[in-house]
Every structure is written in C-alpha cells, then in structure tokens.
C-alpha cells in the first residue's frame, strides 16, 4: 500500500487581495499485478492493477481570514479575461534587411504624380497593400525551416567515394523512389528538359524519338517516333506545350503529341531557349542565325546572323534574358534581339567551346572547352574568376540553383562543390550513368540531377542542390489544371516587351539626362531663335475660282495658324523658364519698361 499527499494552492491575484489557502489530499492506494489471459498464445501476461482504498482531504488554511473580492474588481477581471489582454506586445518589429530582400521597387512610386484625386486615393491604397504584402512575406520566413544539406563525410573519407547506390539505400523511400534510369540505347544520345516547376521531363532522342512523363509520379504523358532527326527538346511557358527541333524544321506539340504547329522559320535548328518573362522562343541554327520566335503571337520578332559558325553551344541568362553562344574559336557573344551585333563578344578559351551555363542571379558564367579547363567568370565586370583544369573529355556543364555545377566527362558525372569561391580542390560527387554524357540539367527545387547519354537518361539524388523552400505562386510542382490555367493568363497579361531586353536589367529605372537635357535646350532655343519663313503655294484651282486675291488670303491664313502654334509653345516654354506668362496683346515698345505694373 502506498500513500500520496496532493497539495492544492488556490490562485492568488495581487489585486484582489485574497490570501493564499491550501489544501492537502491524502491518497492511499494499493498495487498488484493480476494474470491477464490471452487466447492463442503460450505465455502468460500480467497487469499492474491499482485501487484507491481511502481518500480523506484537509484544510491547511485554519486561522486565516480571507478578504472578500469586490464587485467591481471582479467585473474588471471577467472582462479581461473575455477579451484575452495578455499583456504582450500588439506588432514585433522585423529587420530592415528582412524587409529589403521582399521590396521590388513599387513602393518607390509617388501617388502625387498622378493627375487626377481619384487615381492618387486609389494608387494610395494599391501601395499601401504591397507594403502590408511585403511585411507579410517577411514574417513568413520564419516558416521557412527546410534547409540544404550536404553530405558529411568522416575525417579522412572522400564524399566522392560514395556511389548513387549507398546514397538510395540510407534516404528515406520518396527520395529513394526519384533516383532511376531509363534504358534506350536504340534512340540516344539524349535531349532533356526540365518544366518551370520541375515536375515534368521532356526526352527526344538523336534518332527520331520524343516523350514526356511526370517524373516523380512516373506518369507518361506521351511516347512517339517522329522518323527524323531531333536536336533538342524545350518547354513552352507550360508543360501543355514542348517545342522539338527536328531536322529541318522545329515543331510544337501538347501534351499528348498532337502537332500544333510546324515552325518553317526556324530552319535546321540545334539549340532551342525558351524566355518565359517574354513568351520568346530562341532558336540557334547550324547556318550561323539566331531567330527570336514570339509564341504568344505566332510571329518573328527579329533574326540575327552571326558569322560565327554552327551554333551548338547556347545557353540563356535568367536574370536579364540575354542569350550566350558559345563558338568554334573559342569566344563567347551576348545577343539581344533589338541589336544587330553582339553586346558583348569574349575570348573565353583558346579551343571550341562545349558548354555554358549561367547561375539564377545572372552573375556568373561557367564554361568548358576541349582545353579540358573549366572556367568560372564574372558577368558584372567579364573578367575570369578562377580556373580548373579536369580530365579529358569534359563537355557539359550546368549549375544548380544552390551553386552546385555538375560536368559531364566522357560517360561520367562529376559534381564540384564551392567552385564560385575558388575552394574546390576535389569533386564533391562522381557517378557514371552508363553512356557518354550528351545533356545534365538540375531539377528546380529538387536535389536531382537529370542525365542525358548515349543509352537513354538516369535520374541522380545530389544532396543540397536544389532549394529547398518552393514559392508555390510562381512555382508550384502540385498545382491543379486550373490554377494552371489561371498561372497562363497571368503570364500573359504580365508579358514583358522584347524592347526592354538589355544587358542591365535596372537601366529602365534609370533616367537618361544627355537626352533630356538636349531636349530642354531645345526647347529654350525657341525664345530666341528667329522662326522660319513659311514656303507654302496655294493649290491651283480652275479659272475664276483661284485668283490672287484667294491666294494671298490663303497664305495669310496658313502663316496665321503657324504663327499662333509658335507664339503658344514659346508662352509655355517662357512659363517653364523664368515662370511668367508672356502678355498677349501687349505692344512691343522700348518704353514699356517704365510702366507701373497693375
């Protein structure tokens, strides 16, 4: 048998004035285990069985007098408690830095520009939802909790020594599950391609063959053999619509193989980039021509020849949508559509260039050569970074969105870790997917990294390289037909004009003052320079009807019109001036300085 002694204590409040009781509860139980039978089975079970046998309790509080709450106090009190006042502070306060990293520039724009009152109150209210917007964002970071990591290796062991087979057999079954193979030797190489969201893959073969599948689900969305040639393969803005680049012409199919349209502009293609800010298709031909195809329309927006060669090497920079080609000798252009020539032209290498690739922040660009060396560059300034030299046979070479760059080396795969710091002295993973490597593409938000060679694609977990926090309104890998629907129109209406293409993306924020003052100047010219005589000759008209006299009066009236627009802007030039009104109707005599102003 057992005692217990439970002590209660009353809650006291410092306002109330009521004095602490207690009271104490005697507790007297007993223990015993009892057999418990269990049919089908051999061993005997037992159960710890506990009954009270006497409960007796006692107030500690004998002598003490307690003081009775007051109505109003306790009123006061319910009415606290009803509302839930706590206490705490009503807003915490967050960091500047938090705040910056959210801003997008809007909330720099002043409502007092605009014209009208109703406008401003309704921009005014515009701006103060994205501020309310922004604020929200930044304090939902802190749901934030995924983070990448990498692998950790033991002192002494190399973490390229682990195969892709001990990395499956120690991650959990849906990480398992996104490491494969595909095995097509009959088709390859292959041509991948990843959809925005990174849910859907997209394969066409060397020879003829195109499918696309939901990867993570294993899903195929189609499978055919268009008996041709095929060079690349690329999403449109959805994964409704994959572009293919097949021997002759480039091709636009659903997401079943219907064929929707056959692109005979985009002749003999090699390499296809889609911009999806711009609805704008990019083709790369072997005859040297760069074609920018606007899909949201249907038309060509410009082509461009090079004079460089077969493009075979093309890649695009995320950040301000400016195309690289890579070239035969060894250099490297930057294309814009509305330029005719080359933004920026760089020796990168001194042999033919096999790969670029360009990180999500438009800062640096990594490039492989048959020099064997794998160069890291500075797009801010186009100065190399750094250089290292890898074994014989590199060619591909991508970046994933944590700074991981995988480089294809004859029919293996070596990922390198810290290579933008220039801290890489080994390879942070190696793998050999079976066939010689033709196309490598990380996976958005996803630590994968899909393969494409000679013998079909292979699917590689590569620990820390995608993010890890999806922003489902730009990027969902789980949304439904209709938000995808609802995703396209968006696009559209927030379609980005290829004229504001440019190698600075902030230089449309920027104000250009040699052509605004060169425009104030000229408007300033027009209070001194004398106007110019007015040649005008009345149209000749039949006998009787277009004399001298209706001619003469003809050119009065034209020089009067002439002269009343000129005598206008010169008033509002003055006004813009010296910020006083120029008197219509006033004589012009010398004396009228001596005037009293009225």
């Known amino acids: 048998m057992f005692t217990a002694l439970l002590h209660l204590a009353s809650r006291f409040h410092p306002d109330t004035g009521v004095k602490a009781s207690k009271?104490?509860?005697?507790?007297?139980?007993?223990?015993?285990?009892?057999?418990?039978p269990r049919i089908g089975k051999k061993h005997k079970s037992y159960i710890l069985m506990t009954e009270v046998i006497n409960l007796s309790a006692q107030d500690d509080t004998s002598g003490r007098t307690e003081t009775k709450m007051k109505w109003k106090i306790c009123k006061s009190l319910k009415k606290a408690d009803r509302i839930g006042d706590d206490h705490l502070p009503d807003d915490v306060g967050i960091s500047q830095l938090r705040l910056d990293r959210h801003k997008t520039g809007a909330l720099n724009l002043d409502p007092k520009m605009l014209k009208s009152s109703f406008h401003r109150k309704k921009f005014e209210l515009k701006k103060k939802l994205i501020e309310e917007g922004i604020e929200k964002n930044a304090r939902a970071e802190i749901l934030n909790v995924e983070a990448e990591g990498f692998l950790e290796t033991e002192d002494g062991e190399c973490s390229y020594n682990i195969r892709q087979e001990e990395i499956v057999q120690n991650v959990d079954v849906a990480s398992a599950a996104k490491s494969f193979g595909i095995s097509l030797p009959q088709f390859g190489p292959y041509r991948i391609d990843y959809s925005t969201n990174g849910r859907f893959l997209a394969m066409g073969g060397r020879k003829g063959h195109v499918a696309a599948l939901d990867w993570q689900t294993k899903q195929l969305l189609f499978e055919t053999n268009v008996l041709e040639k095929v060079n690349d393969v690329q999403f449109l803005h959805t994964e409704s619509m994959i572009a293919v680049a097949q021997k002759n012409y480039s091709y636009i199919y659903d997401n079943t193989g219907t064929e929707l349209h056959c692109l005979k502009n985009l002749f003999g293609v090699e390499r296809l980039a889609f911009l999806p800010h711009h609805f704008l298709l990019v083709g790369s031909t072997k005859k040297s021509y760069l074609h920018w195809l606007d899909v949201s329309v249907g038309k060509i927006i410009t082509s461009t020849i090079t004079r460089s060669g077969p493009l075979e090497?093309?890649?695009?920079?995320p950040a301000n949508a400016i195309i690289h080609t890579g070239h035969h000798n060894g250099a490297i252009s930057l294309w814009s559509p509305n330029v005719k020539e080359p933004l920026v032209r760089l020796l990168a290498h001194h042999s033919s260039l096999k790969g670029i690739a360009v990180d999500s922040s438009g800062k640096y660009m990594y490039t492989t050569a048959v020099d064997q060396k794998l160069r890291v560059w500075d797009l801010r300034s186009h100065r190399q970074l750094y250089s290292y030299s890898l074994p014989h046979g590199l060619n591909e070479v991508s970046i994933s969105q944590k700074g991981l760059v995988a480089c294809g080396i004859g029919n293996s795969v070596q990922i390198l870790k810290d290579v933008t710091n220039g801290m890489c002295t080994q390879p942070y993973l190696?793998?050999?997917?079976?066939?010689?490597?033709?196309?490598?593409?990380?996976?958005?938000?996803?630590?994968?990294?899909?393969?494409?060679?000679?013998?079909?694609?292979?699917?590689?977990?590569?620990?820390?390289?995608?993010?890890?926090?999806?922003?489902?309104?730009r990027n969902n890998p789980y949304e439904t037909s209709n938000q995808r629907k609802e995703r396209e129109v968006k696009q559209l209406l927030d379609k980005i004009s290829p004229e504001l293409i440019s190698l600075d993306p902030n230089e449309i924020n920027r104000v250009n003052t040699d052509a605004l003052e060169e425009e104030i100047e000229k408007k300033k010219s027009i209070l001194w320079v004398k106007d110019a005589a007015i040649e005008f000759t009345p149209r000749h008209k039949m006998?009787?009807?277009?004399?001298?006299?209706?001619?003469?009066?003809?050119?009065?009236?034209?020089?009067?019109?002439?002269?009343?627009?000129?005598?206008?802007?010169r008033g509002q030039v003055h006004i813009g001036v010296f910020g006083t009104k120029v008197i219509e109707g006033q004589s012009k005599n010398v004396l009228n300085r001596f005037k009293k102003n009225k």
């Open 430 to 473: 190696v793998n050999k997917p079976g066939g010689t490597i033709s196309n490598l593409e990380f996976v958005p938000f996803e630590d994968v990294l899909g393969v494409g060679h000679g013998g079909g694609f292979a699917s590689l977990l590569i620990p820390g390289a995608g993010e890890a926090n999806v922003d489902a309104l």
């Open 543 to 569: 006998r009787g009807r277009g004399g001298g006299v209706d001619g003469a009066k003809v050119k009065q009236i034209v020089k009067g019109e002439d002269r009343f627009k000129k005598n206008k802007e």
């Open 313 to 317: 090497v093309m890649t695009t920079n």
């Open 23 to 36: 009271t104490t509860v005697m507790m007297e139980f007993v223990t015993r285990l009892e057999r418990q």
